[in-house]
């Protein structure tokens, strides 16, 4: 069955560093990927995806994404963390394969900045 | 505004009590879904609809029904809850699922006492 693994559950940046948080899915037909982010009290929103296109995917308030296939990874990095970005962060994969599409959510990580 | 909504925001109910939460979206989206969200599981999915036509269960359907008698709204009813149901809830919705975004409402926390 396809699965998720977000590594971290927490992860803590200064003001200014850089951003990684982790994700590696299993399944030995790439899925459709997807970076969501939730601020307290909302719903998730769509950060960036992944749906076989450019292997380097941009997403909005200037994270970005790197699809590798032998690594089975789909990290999410931005450059320079701003206190906005405290939130939580769940990557996702739907399978192309079952049918159903359904998406699989990792278990979050949630992001601290400290000025 | 395109947009899911989900009611209510807060509920607090008792054991055995039956209660429904109400989604509707107005994107005219094929794909909707149900969620719970619990401390260090993440999101899982409870149940699905591809269309009016097909709705299945997802990963963690024990206690709970939906309905999707016209393609807007995805009721999500619980007939008899217990404590266990205790979580925040949030229906979202897709175009077609696969590769298109998910919009998610703003969420349901309910607690079963």
């Known amino acids: 069955a396809q699965s998720v693994t977000q590594l971290g559950s927490h992860v803590s940046v200064s003001e200014g560093a850089l951003v990684l948080l982790r994700c590696n899915y299993s399944s030995s037909v790439p899925p459709y990927l997807f970076w969501y982010v939730q601020y307290p009290n909302q719903g998730l929103q769509l950060l960036l995806k992944y749906t076989s296109a450019a292997t380097l995917v941009k997403g909005i308030n200037g994270f970005e994404a790197e699809f590798k296939k032998s690594e089975t990874s789909f990290h999410l990095t931005k450059p320079s963390a701003h206190m906005s970005d405290a939130a939580e962060y769940f990557c996702a994969v739907s399978d192309r394969t079952s049918g159903t599409y359904k998406y699989i959510f990792g278990t979050g990580t949630r992001l601290k900045v400290l000025a | 505004e395109a947009q899911v909504t989900q009611n209510p925001r807060y509920l607090i109910t008792v054991t055995g009590k039956k209660l429904t939460v109400t989604c509707s979206q107005n994107?005219?989206?094929?794909?909707m879904s149900w969620y719970r969200q619990d401390p260090g599981l993440g999101l899982r999915q409870i149940y699905y609809s591809m269309n009016v036509e097909v709705t299945d269960k997802g990963d963690v359907p024990e206690g709970y029904k939906v309905s999707r008698k016209e393609k807007r709204n995805f009721p999500l009813i619980l007939e008899s809850p217990s404590p266990n149901q205790t979580s925040l809830y949030f229906c979202?919705?897709?175009?077609?699922?696969?590769?298109?975004?998910?919009?998610f409402g703003q969420g349901t926390r309910l607690t079963v006492v």
């Open positions: 994107m005219n989206h094929e794909y």
């Open positions: 979202a919705s897709s175009l077609r699922g696969g590769s298109t975004e998910a919009f």
